[in-house]
């Protein structure tokens, strides 16, 4: 292994262990796999389950992780974080004042778009 890739996972072991503070994840958490590229849809997902192998090939601690897609992958559980702490930035209000889905956009959309807020004040949509 270069030193180069030694020092990188050093670095973000630390940053790991500096962001998450302890705190360990419960079902439901959304992390992120700092290894992945962020066109990587696997980048982030949301914390199903702990796994800790003692075998010769891969020990240590893992992570499961899904979409809430039926889509299902484990990551290495030291370099693991929360997006939540990673992601500093205050979501992005919504843009339509007549809607009453907040700053988290509890209407479901990231984003929303006109035609659905248009259809909620019309009554026709669900959410």
């Known amino acids: 292994m270069s030193a180069d890739l030694k020092d990188r996972e050093l670095e973000l072991a630390a940053e790991a ?7 360990k994840p419960k079902f439901g958490d959304l992390m992120r796999n700092p290894w ?3 066109g990587n849809p696997k980048r982030d997902g949301y914390f199903v389950r ?6 010769r090939f891969n020990p240590g601690l893992w992570y499961e992780f899904t979409d809430r897609n039926g889509e299902f992958w484990e990551t290495s559980g030291q370099y693991a974080v929360f997006v939540a702490a990673v992601d500093h930035e205050a979501p992005e209000p919504c843009k339509y ?7 988290d956009h509890a209407c ?3 984003g929303p778009t006109l ?6 004040a019309t ?5």
């Open 17 to 23: 262990l500096r962001v998450n503070a302890g705190r």
């Open 36 to 38: 992945a590229s962020e």
């Open 50 to 55: 702990s796994r800790r192998g003692s075998g």
């Open 97 to 103: 004042p007549a809607c009453d889905c907040g700053p």
């Open 108 to 110: 479901g959309l990231a």
């Open 115 to 120: 035609s659905h807020h248009d259809r909620r």
């Open 123 to 127: 009554g026709k949509d669900s959410a």
